[in-house]
Nanobody, 121 residues
Framework: QVQLVESGGGLVQPGGSLRLSCAASGITFSRYAMGWYRQAPGKQRELVAASTSGSTTNYADSVKGRFIISRDNAKNTVYLHMNNLKPEDAAVYYC???????????????WGQGTQVTVSS
């Protein structure tokens, strides 16, 4: 059974920092591209940051220079280090695991349950 369990969300003041964690089980973690998405009320879910199985990273323009995604394949965990948080960063943050060819014939995707990030003074 595949599980992605996020943690680390909470309330933080503008300018503050948080670290989100996503612990994966039931998958060969090192083969998966891992990503963080977020969804604010009334908005579509959007990609925040992603790390390929080869640890290449990419970021949404809105978080470049403030957020860092990292992964620890030994711990089957991906992190999102969020610095200089802004009110517009407030959202539910979701962990995503994606397996692409050549590891599979069709792309397989899993989602975590989400963790709330609130940025407010």
């Amino acid at each position: 059974q595949v599980q992605l369990v996020e943690s680390g969300g909470g309330l933080v003041q503008p300018g503050g920092s948080l670290r989100l964690s996503c612990a994966a089980s039931g998958i060969t973690f090192s083969r998966y591209a891992m990503g963080w998405y977020r969804q604010a009320p009334g908005k579509q879910r959007e990609l925040v940051a992603a790390s390929t199985s080869g640890s290449t990273t990419n970021y949404a323009d809105s978080v470049k220079g403030r957020f860092i995604i990292s992964r620890d394949n030994a711990k089957n965990t991906v992190y999102l280090h969020m610095n200089n948080l802004k009110p517009e960063d407030a959202a539910v943050y979701y962990c995503n695991a994606r397996l692409d060819p050549p590891y599979t014939s069709v792309t397989i995707t899993y989602w975590g349950q989400g963790t709330q990030v609130t940025v407010s003074s």
